[in-house]
């Protein structure tokens, strides 16, 4: 996927369901329970054991998965090669992004002050994520709107159903949707119709900004 195609897609479908469970039964079963409730951009994270293997049987059965947490290029080759499709880091990560950049795979670049989200769109960020987005709220976004009115901007830590639309409303491309949509118990006890439940709810509360 390239990058003028993920970002399109992601504008229309602008949630991303980040994953972080002490195991993962059965990953493309999990990809297809979150597109039942209308979440079909899923991160897994390095975070949880064997995501590798996680990866590659989502990215096999043909989900839109890529792997977050990436902090080093031997990670970020790891990714790749198991299909991811997007790589996301929680900081500026220069080693990450020169890996995605020779691949040609998108990467979102986590940021929080105006100077980190400069440096992610010089290191090639496809999308900054702004992170922990709840740490300034979704006036923040519009505030970063400003400055940088062309760079996307993905919410990410602290969003759920309550303030998801707002954060989209105030600029942000996409919203991150974490526990309160795929609990880690739910996950490791594959409750698959729980976690459409909780994907249903939180893509509702997104409705009015959705694009």
Avoid at 1 to 26: E, G, K, Q, S, Y
Avoid at 34 to 43: D, P, S
Avoid at 154 to 161: D, F, I, K, W
Wanted: charged fraction near 15%; aromatic fraction near 6%.
């Amino acid at each position: 996927m390239t990058t003028p195609t993920a970002l399109r897609a992601l504008a229309a479908d602008p949630v991303i369901a980040v994953v972080r469970a002490p195991r993962i039964p059965d990953a493309a079963a999990l990809c297809e329970a979150l597109a039942a409730g209308g979440i079909h951009w899923v991160e897994l994270t390095f975070t949880t054991p064997d995501v590798v293997t996680h990866l590659r049987r989502a990215a096999s059965a043909g989900h839109r998965v890529g792997v977050g947490t990436v902090l080093t290029a031997e990670q970020a080759e790891q990714g790749i090669a198991a299909g991811a499709s997007f790589l996301v880091t929680p900081g500026c990560r220069p080693e990450v992004a020169a890996v995605a950049r020779a691949a040609g795979v998108p990467v979102v670049l986590g940021a929080l002050t105006p100077t980190e989200v400069a440096e992610a769109v010089d290191l090639g960020a496809a999308a900054v994520k702004i992170f922990p987005a709840k740490a300034f709220g979704p006036g923040y976004f519009k505030d970063l709107r400003g400055p940088y009115p062309d760079v996307p901007l993905v919410a990410s830590g602290g969003v759920n159903e309550a303030n998801a639309a707002e954060f989209l409303a105030q600029g942000a491309l996409a919203v991150c949707a974490g526990t309160d949509v795929v609990p880690p118990t739910a996950v490791a006890d594959a409750d698959w119709a729980e976690i459409t439940r909780r994907a249903l709810a939180f893509t509702a509360a997104c409705g009015s900004a959705r694009r």
